[in-house]
């Protein structure tokens, strides 16, 4: 590129922009390169165009995804600092344009593929990807390196032939006009270096900020056993949930809860958590969720009909394949659109089947009430629907008498959904019930539960919240639950399933204890 083509401020602004890509480049490989945890498993493993699989495959093979990190963070520090150095600037944009396009092909923001990669604004086609990989041909086609940069020390200049007169003494001094281009020359050379001096400052600074705030900010409000906002990722997964057979169909073992996804939480006294529950999962937080979950080896989601749509757009985006139970609840009752509220129950069934539900069970409040007020025909009518239409049938409930009267009118699902937890916490022993209890009869649940031949799904067992997992989770399995279902926010997805995994090889190992048979 010629200089005389060219005013000084364009050239300027050429050089500036060299100066802020490189700037980002270099610090978004430093960030990677001081974190241990960082991987670009996650950004692989979201990918859903047309080198989808490809990128998977990397995200779930150790040996090229280790291969993949460490490209990518030196790639971007080595890119950074040429670009900002003006060391062949040439080469450096045209590197960061190839590895800018892996990104944009990686996850490019079309329509319906735009899930799962955090952005701070709304894209259609165009994303700051698109956009600095264009300003990076412009560098590439336009290079300023050997203007203002490296690059002018090792630039060719013409040289002008020297005339010298014999004398008795021989010349050696430099001619004066050669001196000053070769000043020129160096000046130019490391004129943009004090920029890389200011971006060493900055990023001290802020890793200093950092450091600060981890510990006055985070350590503070935590125990010395857990950390806030520091849920174990992936890579502390300690292999995938196993699973189990109900008729044709496998499940697995531990199964996500639908609850908190759908906005609802047993949230005691605490009137605003429900509205705290809706707020945190957006849509791509449930898909993201949802995601998590497959990743660990859960395969079942287990929830009513308003999630129905959410988990078909999350199937058609290609996005996973998790399937689901339906409770076949969760709405209120319209006298405006149905006679009567088990019509309307009836047509959730339905709707639910339509969506794909690999199984519907009827919910634990709801066959509780039937059974309590004797109308096992609608019982059995709601269960018919289900059978007619092929899919597994299951019953639930909260109270083990529920359970007990199903089986004397010769009720045999292809599964139990029932609630199982100790009383080993201290609100379980109120006098009065606080939205704080789901399964009133341990003792008597576990004895009849092992008594019947079907799988059992245990539900509640950490009773909204008020028992941790790692007692929860042994607790249901030791005493006859062949799964369990439970309610999991993404950042808790790993910790869960490492505890069921846990939970299960101390039951292979003999060292928790089981009476009934696996089921399933």
Known sequence: MSNNRYSNRQLGMLVALRLVIG???LYEGLVKLVSPEWSAASYLEVSGWIFAPLFQWMAETPSVLAVVDVLNIWGLILIGLALMLGLFSRLAAVLAMVLLGLYYIANP???GLDFGVPTEGNYLWVNKVLVEFFACAILAFFPTGDILGLDALFKRRPQKRQTFKLSKEINTKVPEEQADVGRRQLLKGLATVPALG????AFLRKTKWQSWEEQNLVD?????????FDPAGLQELKGQIPKGNIKDTEFSRLILGGNLLSGYAHSRDLIYVSELVKAYHNKDKIFATLLTAEKCGINTLLTNPILCTLIDEYWKRG???IQFISDCSGLEYDKGVYPTPFDEYIARIQRAID?????????GETADYYMEHGEVDKLAKAMDVVRDNGVLLGIGAHRIETIEKCVEVGFEP???MKTLHHHDYWSAHHNEWHDNMYCFNPERTIEFMNSLPQPVIAFKTMAAGAIHPSSAFRYALANGADFICAGMYDFQMVDDANVALEALSELHAGVLKRQRPWMA
């Open 220 to 228: 503070a409000v935590t125990s010395p056993s857990t950390k806030l």
């Open 319 to 321: 996005i996973g394949k």
């Open 109 to 111: 923001p079309f329509i």
């Open 23 to 25: 700037w980002h480049f």
């Open 355 to 363: 969506y794909g539900a690999t199984a519907c069970y009827i919910q």
């Open 198 to 201: 200011v971006f060493g400052y």
């Open 414 to 416: 292809d599964f139990w």
